[in-house]
């Protein structure tokens, strides 16, 4: 089954304690994607990759590192989060750049940072 | 700038009755166009898309959409709703030549169907 799958689906968290949350895909996709999303706003992009190697700043990208090591893996860090980075998160994949199909998403990862 | 404007945060109709949620946008160039569905503790799933050519696009679940360039706008529609569409709705847009691929979202609307 083609599938997105992020890890944790929850979790609480403290100030400062570094944190990865895992995304895999396996429908060889080059384009993946994280986004937050916060009541009211919709949803908004943190860190986007093109394919292996190759990842760039979306909307949001302060406090958030990614990494794009392999096709399928594409983990999103906060190196010391902070309670304004409470949210849902999602990971997203797609084809390629030229590609206008739709984003597949995973279900989701609440984070909270107290 | 591109942007997504969803005008209704919640909507809400009785089952049986059609239902339309609203949807326009901004973006340079034709645009692609998409509607996605989130379900309590999911993520979000795809419902259909404008890519070209007809305007009336139909998609899962019995869901349709009309796009209309002139008014910017993409409304999504059911003829006849039922209980289990409850559910946030997504509109989402992306322009044709934009090279990041970056869906930009509105901000979403509650559906709230009644029995």
């Known amino acids: 089954e083609a599938q997105v799958t992020q890890n944790p689906r929850y979790l609480i968290t403290v100030t400062g304690k570094k944190l990865t949350v895992t995304c895999s895909q396996n429908?060889?996709?080059?384009?993946m994607s994280w986004y937050r999303q916060d009541p009211g706003l919709g949803l908004r992009q943190i860190y986007y990759?093109?394919?292996?190697?190759?990842?760039d700043k979306g909307d949001v990208p302060e406090g958030y590192k990614v990494s794009r090591k392999e096709k399928r893996n594409f983990p999103l860090i906060l190196e010391s989060p902070s309670p304004n980075q409470t949210s849902l998160y999602f990971c997203?994949?797609?084809?390629?750049?030229?590609?206008?199909?739709?984003?597949?998403f995973g279900d989701g990862t609440r984070l909270s940072i107290l | 700038a591109q942007s997504v404007a969803q005008p209704e945060d919640q909507v809400n109709v009785a089952e049986g009755n059609p239902l339309t949620v609203k949807c326009t946008y901004s973006?340079?160039?034709?645009?692609?166009l998409f509607w996605y569905v989130q379900y309590p503790n999911r993520g979000l799933q795809f419902l259909l898309k404008?890519?070209?050519?007809?305007?009336l696009v139909k998609g899962s679940y019995g869901f349709e959409a009309e796009f209309n360039k002139s008014q910017t706008s993409f409304h999504l529609k059911k003829p006849s709703a039922l209980v289990s569409d409850s559910a946030l709705y997504f509109c989402?847009?992306?322009?044709?030549?934009?090279?990041?691929?970056?869906?930009?979202f509105g901000s979403g609307t509650r559906l709230l169907v009644r029995p």
């Open positions: 429908m060889n996709h080059e384009y």
């Open positions: 997203a994949s797609n084809q390629g750049l030229y590609s206008n199909q739709p984003q597949h």
């Open positions: 404008y890519i070209t050519g007809d305007n």
């Open positions: 990759s093109m394919n292996v190697e190759v990842t």
């Open positions: 989402a847009v992306r322009g044709q030549m934009d090279s990041s691929y970056k869906l930009i």
């Open positions: 973006v340079s160039g034709n645009p692609y």
